[in-house]
């Protein structure tokens, strides 16, 4: 009998990766006691950031593991652990396409060649300190917004002097600004009829015009990065299509910083111009195939976030 990665290897893959938010205490620590390619990962990620950054996933504290210089650099050390330990487990297998939300992005850009485990690492370090500065410049403050119309909710955010930060799925919006404009939005929003208006516990405004300095800081460490072409199409937050230019790629991480994130369209794009069929998810949490199941009923989804997701799948 099939086991059911037997059934489902035959379709074509897309490759996720977590972002922000979806860290959790403990996080990766199964998998670097069972995988060999796991624990070179993270010992790789310690060396070059010379502190113990496995330890912090391992066992926290949260308070330590949440603030965002040290949450993206673990949030990526633990996908690009969980992809090594899949493809340990799977070698050959290849993706069609690639995506990760915000800073997913890079590990999928990692996953793909386009930069080395290490070089990625240190650009995440980089742009999670440079937005932590940005978070302390002013309060900002982000909402979720369920079952309102794409176009009122970007005219409400623009008659409020705030910015829509991501594009997650069908009747799932994330506005992004000033804390007290994005309360006025979410009040206005609902007296035009949304379902609801939900204020997110959230460290600063990300994907909003109050991260541009972050994002032109980046730039010039970007510029220093070696890159290649990816090996496989990565989709890009900022412009929901791929890119195979090392520079365009650079111009479009940098937008991404402070411009909105179109997931939705990026699922999308991976499944009616390169075919995914099967989507696999890595890292902690199961936030990106929770909102592919709502942009693509019926496609095939799994989770790699620890030994667990290891098993048939």
């Given amino acids: 009998m099939q086991s059911l990665y037997e059934r489902t290897t035959t379709l074509k893959t897309a490759f996720l990766f977590s972002g922000q938010g979806a860290q959790a205490v403990g996080m990766g620590k199964d998998l670097y006691e069972v995988s060999p390619a796991a624990k070179a990962v ?3 990620a310690d060396a070059v950031l010379g502190r113990s950054l496995s ?3 391992f066992e926290g504290p949260e308070s330590d593991l949440t603030a ?10 633990t996908s690009m652990a969980c992809l090594a330990a899949w493809q340990e487990k799977h070698p050959g297998e290849e993706a069609v396409a690639a995506g990760g939300l915000s800073l997913g992005e890079y590990a999928a850009f990692a996953s793909a060649g386009t930069f080395s485990f ?5 650009l995440v370090a980089k742009r999670a300190a440079l937005m932590d500065a940005a978070c302390h410049e002013a309060e900002g403050g982000m909402a979720a917004i369920i079952g309102g119309d794409p ?5 409400v955010c623009a008659e409020c002097g705030i910015d829509v930060a991501n594009y997650n799925s069908p009747g799932q919006i994330v ?3 000033v804390k007290d404009l994005v309360l006025k939005a979410c009040g206005i929003l ?5 379902k609801r208006a939900l204020p997110l516990n959230v460290a600063g405004a990300f994907h909003s015009r109050m991260m541009a300095s972050a994002g032109a800081a980046l730039a010039p460490v970007l510029d220093a990065t070696p890159m290649n072409a ?3 199409p990565v989709l890009q937050n900022f412009t929901g299509e791929p890119e195979s230019d090392p520079s365009k790629i650079r111009a479009n991480l940098v937008s991404q910083v402070a411009g909105s994130v179109r997931w939705d369209t990026c699922v999308r794009v991976m499944a009616e111009r390169f075919g995914a069929e099967r989507f696999v998810e890595f890292g902690p949490g199961t936030v990106l195939t929770g909102l592919v199941k709502k942009i693509l009923p019926g496609a095939a989804l799994h989770n790699v976030s620890g030994a667990e997701g290891l098993a048939d799948a």
């Fill in 175 to 177: 506005i992004s600004g």
């Fill in 68 to 77: 965002t210089a040290n949450c993206q650099p673990a949030i990526y050390t």
């Fill in 190 to 194: 609902k007296e035009r009829g949304v």
């Fill in 230 to 232: 990816p090996k496989f």
């Fill in 55 to 57: 330890k912090l996933c």
């Fill in 151 to 155: 176009a009122v909710i970007a005219e």
């Fill in 118 to 122: 290490e070089d990625g690492l240190k």
């Fill in 42 to 44: 993270f010992d790789r």
